[in-house]
């Protein structure tokens, strides 16, 4: 730049006597200051693992076409092809239209069909006439008895119930904004009898949503599961998510220790069952080998002793003299003989995270993948040597991972070798990271859980589903925060799980609580939907 240029900043332009000596070093700092920020902006957008920067390119919208040259489209805009849109709508009401005016000899040629659909949402009340009559004789009087759907839900009719179980539900409309919202609407309605329509007489919902379990049981082979946080009655409390393709079930309880979840698999089965076989998970938790021949002198020729509920197997655990630092696993071995027993999940899948509560014992464990590499993709390189071992190694890692969705939809002998081999050179590999070498070595202690796709290859390499149902209960939980006593938690536990099982079945869920409440019996129950689904998949063709 001449002596004679004026110097620009920021859109500011210093003329020649105003650029001195200082002037011009303070500038110099100010632009290295701002090259700093720039480069401290890109490395957190690199730590927290965002997106690089997006590089705009100006609209071409404004710049003039070349001469001569116009733009020709190739076929149909997407999205602009023609669909019967009112093929499948219901048609409530037909009004049938004729000119004012026809000419003389007119002859009629057919109907041209305009469709309006509309919504109707309005009060709708109704005011039942009981006649009363006298009898002469008595004086006792005799009244018209009120139809029996009247006598069943009161003073609030079906429609508005299936409508405020819908607005909570499956709308995540919190309780006040639905007395609002009723209240604008012209009906006369309180918050107590919105709650009453929220948690009470779902005796029958609660039945279906419990079924749902047991019915899948029969007909699936891999289970996916997780849990998320809640809060019941002011405190700490976990929900926990089981289900597959076909549908989701959600149990709110105080703890996520392994006996709570081997109670949730064995429902409705209450009882403990003794047997050889789940005797060997005691010696897998280093019980003392007295008590452990204590429990198999009991047993003696039997094939199982079957206690029907805690307490007749807490009294036969204080006959037994079994201590209270092994109740625990013994508890633990009374549940997998229940599962085993009834038959429960013979050679089952779960799919899961790496939590210690979900490694059930008589179970193929299967580990998600995403999971898995999480711990390596959240540690924190401090210098390029670390950022290049990192960058290589999940590089790696995904590569391996895309090998194996390619092995799941077309399995052989030579993919599966070459996975069995190179699982050792990607997750065995050493780098001059200790943090990194840690975390992949404890990644190849899980060998079995993650490569169990080889054998299994219908087994899904993500616990992605539990994760998208879980997203389900934590969006209600955001909304509405905790319940407040045990029907409500019950209450939420068994309309989300039925709504996602809706979804999952291709059931609308607004018509199934219309279908239940009015007991119009048109929607089979989920239960048999979901059987009747898996038996369609299984088909051939």
């Known amino acids: 730049m001449s002596g004679n240029d004026a110097l620009a900043v920021d859109g500011l332009d210093l003329p020649p006597e105003e650029q001195t000596p200082l002037v011009r070093r303070l500038l ?43 733009k020709r489209r190739r076929g149909k805009r997407p999205g602009s092809a023609k669909r019967l849109k009112t093929q499948g709508l219901t048609i409530d009401e037909t009004i049938t239209l004729e000119p004012e005016q026809l000419p003389e000899g007119a002859a009629l040629h057919d109907y041209r069909n305009f469709t309006v659909q509309d919504l109707v949402v309005r009060p709708h009340v109704v005011r039942y006439r009981r006649a009363r009559y006298v009898v002469a004789e008595t004086g006792k009087l005799v009244a018209a008895p009120l139809p029996e759907e009247v006598r069943r839900y009161g003073h609030f009719g079906p429609g508005l119930r299936t409508y405020v179980l819908s607005q909570y539900y499956q709308n995540h409309v919190t309780q006040p904004l639905i007395l609002e919202e009723l209240r ?37 082979s891999v289970f996916h599961t997780d849990d998320t946080t809640a809060r019941h009655q002011g405190q700490n409390a976990h929900t926990h998510q089981i289900g597959n393709e076909l549908f989701t079930s959600f149990t709110t309880t105080g703890t996520k220790s392994r006996l709570n979840f081997l109670n949730i698999l ?35 020729d039997e094939d199982a002793l079957v206690f029907p509920d805690e307490a007749a197997w807490r009294s036969q655990l204080a006959v037994w003299k079994v201590p209270e630092s092994a109740v625990k696993y013994v508890d633990e071995a009374g549940m997998i003989g229940c599962l085993i027993h009834h038959d429960l999940y013979p050679g089952a899948t779960l799919v899961s995270d790496d939590a210690g509560q979900f490694q059930v014992l008589g179970f193929m464990n299967s580990l998600c993948w995403i999971h898995a590499v999480r711990h390596v993709d959240e540690l924190v390189p401090e210098n390029q040597p670390q950022r290049s071992a990192h960058e290589r190694t999940l590089t790696a890692i995904w590569k391996y991972y895309r090998r194996l969705k390619v092995y799941r939809e077309s399995p052989s002998p030579q993919r599966r070798a070459g996975l069995e081999r190179d699982f050792e050179t990607v997750f065995g590999a050493k780098t001059q990271w200790p943090e990194l070498n840690r975390v992949m070595e404890r990644i190849r202690g899980k060998r079995e859980s993650l490569l169990l ?20 209960y934590a969006k209600k939980r955001k909304i509405s925060a905790g319940t407040r006593n045990d029907l409500g938690r019950r209450c939420r536990d068994t309309f989300l799980s039925l709504k996602k099982t809706c979804r999952k079945l291709g059931v ?12 119009l019996s048109e929607i089979l129950p989920l239960p048999d939907l979901i059987r009747q689904k898996a038996q369609t998949a299984d088909a051939p063709g």
């Not at 709650?195 to 919902?205: I, K, R, S, W, Y």
């Not at 299994?456 to 389900?472: G, K, V, W």
């Open 28 to 70: 110099d700092i100010i632009a290295g200051l701002e090259r700093t920020v720039d480069e401290l902006k890109d490395e957190i957008r690199r730590l927290k693992g965002l997106p690089e920067k997006p590089q705009r390119k100006p609209s071409s919208l404004e710049q003039p076409a070349p001469p001569g040259k116009k």
């Open 184 to 220: 604008d609407r012209g009906l006369d309605i309180s918050a107590g009898e919105i709650h009453a329509m929220l948690t009470e007489g779902h005796d029958a919902f609660h039945t279906e949503k419990d079924a749902l379990l047991p019915a899948a049981r029969e007909v699936s």
């Open 266 to 300: 064995r429902a409705p089965f209450t009882d403990y069952v003794l047997r050889e076989d789940s005797l060997w998970c005691l010696e897998y938790h280093d019980v003392s080998e007295h008590i452990v021949a204590r429990l198999t002198a009991a047993l003696g």
């Open 453 to 472: 796709v080889l054998d299994h290859p219908e087994i899904p390499l993500t616990n992605n589903l539990s994760e998208r149902d879980i997203r389900e």
């Open 508 to 519: 609308s869920f607004c018509r199934f609580l219309q279908d239940r409440i009015q007991g």
